[in-house]
């Protein structure tokens, strides 16, 4: 991936709500995609990745689907909690040799969820 | 398996000094990513290291510098510090750097120059 396009926020939502963050990537090659997330104070976690077109990550509750043709990969949920407050953050990874060894963050999307 | 592990958590500067940043990562992985995060410019690359060489870099000055050890360890260094250097330097470590390969990221050094 070179840049990467992401859901401005923040984002509230009430507990039980269906969410969705939209990510949009431009790249040359064919990069891998993933979605991290981040709590107060704390570093990156892996949230769910995706390495070929219409493949689906999964976890927690959360997916998303590598669509090749629009670029895209967006974050889905269909009941949030409390607890999934947290900064989300979609990041392609790099796409060539070149590049080998990076990910390019969008802006990430402030969730908040109120019980 | 232990994670990623940075060391200090913490540092305070002032401006005109010079700062190193040190990152175990997991066992087994021999690429270290670091990363800049500020309010302002987010998540910013840095630099990657895989087996002792620079294998990739991100758009900073050259005061920011790093290295990496034998046993893949790696540190970071920033010189003359500025007060725009406040930030979260966040250490990432994967398998062998490759496109399918996830980085798992540490807690972080939280640097505050003043």
């Known amino acids: 991936g070179d840049s990467v396009t992401q859901m401005e926020g923040p984002v509230t939502l009430s507990e039980e709500a269906f969410l969705t963050i939209n990510c949009t990537y431009t790249a040359t090659g064919y990069p891998s995609l993933f979605w991290y997330v981040q709590y107060p104070g704390e570093g990156l976690q892996l949230l769910l990745k995706?390495?070929?077109?219409?493949d689906k990550g999964s976890n927690k509750g959360f997916e998303a689907t590598y669509r090749k043709e629009t670029t895209s990969f967006h974050l889905e949920k269909g009941s949030v909690q409390v607890s999934d407050s947290a900064v989300y953050f979609c990041?392609?990874?790099?796409?060539?040799?070149?590049?080998?060894?990076?990910?390019?963050f969008g802006r990430g999307t402030q969730l908040t969820v109120w019980p | 398996k232990a994670g990623v592990t940075q060391t200090p958590r913490y540092l305070i500067k002032t401006r005109g000094q010079q700062v190193t940043l040190s990152c175990s990562p997991i066992?087994?992985?021999?690429?270290v990513s670091w990363y800049q995060q500020t309010p302002g410019q987010g998540l910013q690359f840095l630099f990657e290291y895989f087996s002792e060489t620079q294998r990739n870099k991100g758009n900073f000055p050259g005061r920011f510098s790093g290295r990496q050890f034998s046993n893949s360890r790696s540190e970071m260094n920033v010189s003359t510090l500025e007060l725009g250097d406040s930030a979260l330097y966040l250490c990432?470590?994967?398998?062998?750097?490759?496109?399918?390969?996830?980085?798992?990221f540490g807690p972080g050094t939280r640097l505050t120059v003043l």
């Open positions: 990432a470590s994967s398998l062998v750097g490759s496109i399918t390969d996830t980085q798992y």
């Open positions: 995706a390495t070929k077109a219409d």
């Open positions: 990041a392609p990874s790099a796409d060539r040799g070149s590049t080998l060894g990076r990910l390019y």
């Open positions: 066992s087994g992985h021999r690429s």
